[in-house]
């Protein structure tokens, strides 16, 4: 489990002052401040994403994905054409459900275990998806200051965030706080391209991206993505079992 964020983090750094006077450290404490503050950041155990990709495609799918992160679980549910393509993974177990046979037929999985990289994957999918930035340090990743730069009407704060053979381009609304675009560079040469448009605020208090634009280079398509989430739902003891 990750250690929790102390506000001894967001005291300044000589070595990391950028050139509009902010360390790293504030810029990341800006947005938490702007999204509930880090006293409820650190209150979260687990949580749920219900997303929606749509193009107008008939690939065009949902996503409901609930995580513990006390109990390293993760179980991912991708919705196709009313077929559901599942992937957990537990401390005990790891696994892949392909449905099989005609959608007028009763569903019947195929369950194949992960491969160690997979596993690997959903495990840095846990906390990441939370928040890359969240934490960075104990999950490996170096925090880079790159530049003030210019999106569009925006000053944003750039902030390269990398180790685990992947990178994350973040960059953080100057004014706001908060993050206006997300690029992940994944260790399988795919790059994803996130513009987040509108926030919502959950239950919980903390602020999220709800709305975003989403762009892979493996797909080349655009789509708009939108979020729900929630934190500190309860789950099941069987939630994350294949």
Known sequence: MLKKISTSLLLISLLSINVDGQTIEEIF???Y????????????KTYTLKQSYVSNAASDYNMEIKVSMADLSIIKTKTIMKRNFITGMSPKDSFYKI??????????YQVKDLS???KVNMKREIFDLFAPFYDYESKGYIATYVGLETMGAQKVHHIELAGNKLKYDLYFNNTSG????????????????KEFTAYSTSDFGIKYPAESTYYSNIDKRNVKLSTIMIFNPVFN???FQR
């Open 116 to 118: 160690e990289k997979e």
């Open 237 to 239: 003891l069987n939630t």
């Open 29 to 31: 404490g800006n947005y």
């Open 99 to 108: 449905p099989t046979g005609g959608t007028n037929q009763a569903v019947v």
């Open 33 to 44: 401040k702007a999204t509930g503050g880090i006293n409820l950041w650190n209150q979260v």
């Open 178 to 193: 908060l993050l206006s675009k997300q690029i992940d560079n994944l260790p399988t040469s795919e790059q994803i391209t």
